[in-house]
């Protein structure tokens, strides 16, 4: 069973940067996706960008340009870079993984979730 733990979080101004990190307790080979994912209160929760086992990537539109989703699979590690931050972003982030995924930023497609990690992007 893979266990997640996001870091990384902060309150930052707007135009800012962070960096999210996830730490998966076991090794993700191919088959697993790996996703970040976003939630403010009484919101559904939406997909931000989503990385495959063979690299390839999706971003929700709102964030193309902004952010990167990266992976070292020497350290178990998912990462977030987040530039040009808006107050829009601000939520709770929450690092996922699935195997087999057919669509990347589907919330539905992933059955490991973390705690989540607050970013709040003040104007």
């Known amino acids: 069973q893979v266990h997640l733990a996001e870091s990384g979080g902060g309150s930052v101004q707007s135009g800012g940067s962070l960096r999210l990190s996830c730490v998966a307790s076991?090794?993700?080979?191919?088959?697993?996706?790996m996703g970040w994912f976003r939630q403010i209160p009484r919101k559904e929760r939406e997909g931000v960008a989503a990385?495959?086992?063979?690299?390839?990537?999706s971003y929700a539109d709102s964030v193309k340009g902004r952010f990167t989703i990266s992976k070292d699979m020497s350290e178990n590690t998912l990462y977030l870079q987040m530039a040009g931050l808006k107050p829009e972003d601000t939520g709770t982030y929450y690092c996922?993984?699935?195997?087999?995924?057919?669509?990347?930023?589907?919330?539905?497609?992933?059955?490991?979730w973390g705690q989540g990690t607050q970013v709040t992007v003040s104007s």
């Open positions: 076991i090794h993700t080979d191919r088959t697993y996706s």
């Open positions: 990385i495959d086992g063979d690299g390839t990537t």
């Open positions: 996922a993984t699935g195997r087999y995924v057919a669509s990347r930023l589907d919330v539905y497609e992933y059955d490991r």
